[in-house]
């Protein structure tokens, strides 16, 4: 997550195509390939909502690799 030394003010929660989360300013301009998730909001609600939405901190390439791999596996062994 983006950390800044300023806590006050709007903060938004940003989500890319890896599922990927960053805590934003809201004074900041939204760089490309992010979108907002959540907000403006205070920045303890964002957090909130960073850890309610973000349970698996790996990027959503990697789980699918990983998903796959394990269906993969699970059907080789019943064969």
């Known amino acids: 997550m983006s950390e800044t030394g300023d ?3 709007d ?3 940003l989500v890319n195509e890896e ?3 960053s805590l934003w300013p809201g004074f900041v ?4 390939g992010w979108r907002i998730a959540h907000g403006p909001d205070a920045r303890d609600s964002c ?3 960073v850890e ?3 349970p ?5 390439s990697v789980r699918m690799a990983l998903t ?9 062994h019943r064969a």
């Open 11 to 13: 903060w938004l929660v």
């Open 68 to 76: 796959n791999a394990a269906t993969a596996a699970d059907a080789t």
């Open 56 to 60: 698996d901190i790996r990027p959503r």
């Open 52 to 54: 309610r939405a973000w």
């Open 47 to 49: 957090l909130t909502y």
């Open 19 to 21: 599922e990927q989360h």
């Open 7 to 9: 806590h006050q003010g």
């Open 29 to 32: 301009a939204v760089p490309g």
